[in-house]
């Protein structure tokens, strides 16, 4: 069964700091999506990549996939308090759903 | 407009009752999810429809029957509700299934 796994679960940092989400998978797979959630809210999705070494921006957030390393990582940079919130990785095992990490809980301080 | 709307947001109930709740997509996506987040934030798939078809039922208790009369919608009952079924449950639609979710609001079932 595919394990999703996201380090760290929990992340406080400063404005102005840079720092990295990691979200592993424990099963073969092109494809992972991130996604937000704020407190009380929907998730959004942020970024959808699609290939071994794909690479997105917006904005501040940017997220990368190594299919081989099974590994997404989204990087902060120079974090600001728009930025707190909950992050989600997921991947699709086979075709049919998609399985999501723990959430990393950010919360970014002035 | 809203693309996956779901009502109601919130549900307060007691023990034993029986609620549902409605899911409705216009985004002419062919796939819907039923995902539950518990008080921890964990994300879990309960069901999945491809036209109106169940793809998915990630071992839910038979309490739990979901509903999709056509492809744009997808009802969740749940029969004897117990404390355990608080939660916030989204409903979600795809273009095809394992691909990008597209979320609604969520609705805050509370057990007392």
């Known amino acids: 069964e595919l394990k999703v796994e996201q380090n760290p679960l929990f992340l406080s940092m400063q404005e102005g700091k840079n720092y990295t989400i990691y979200c592993n998978y424990s099963t073969t797979s092109d494809r992972l999506y991130w996604y937000r959630q704020d407190p009380g809210k929907s998730l959004e999705s942020l970024f959808v990549?699609?290939?071994?070494?794909a690479v997105k921006q917006e904005g501040r957030l940017m997220a990368s996939l190594d299919t081989k390393a099974r590994l997404s990582t989204l990087h902060i940079t120079a974090a600001v308090h728009d930025l707190s919130a909950t992050y989600f990785c997921a991947v699709p095992p086979g075709a049919q759903k998609l399985v999501f990490g723990q959430g990393t809980r950010l919360t970014i301080n002035p | 407009d809203t693309a996956v709307s779901q009502t109601p947001k919130y549900l307060v109930t007691q023990m034993g009752n029986d609620k549902s709740i409605k899911c409705e997509q216009n985004l002419g996506h062919d796939t819907m999810y039923w995902y539950k987040q518990d008080s921890k934030k964990f994300l879990k798939i309960m069901f999945s429809?491809?036209?109106?078809?169940?793809?998915i039922n990630e071992t839910v208790p038979n309490r739990f029957s979901p509903k999709s009369p056509d492809k744009a919608h997808l009802n969740l009952h749940i029969n004897s509700l117990e404390l355990g079924d608080s939660a916030v449950y989204f409903c979600?639609?795809?273009?095809?299934?394992?691909?990008?979710?597209?979320f609604g609001e969520g609705s805050r079932l509370t057990v007392l």
């Open positions: 979600a639609s795809s273009q095809d299934q394992g691909r990008e979710l597209f």
């Open positions: 429809y491809n036209n109106k078809e169940l793809i």
């Open positions: 990549l699609l290939s071994n070494g």
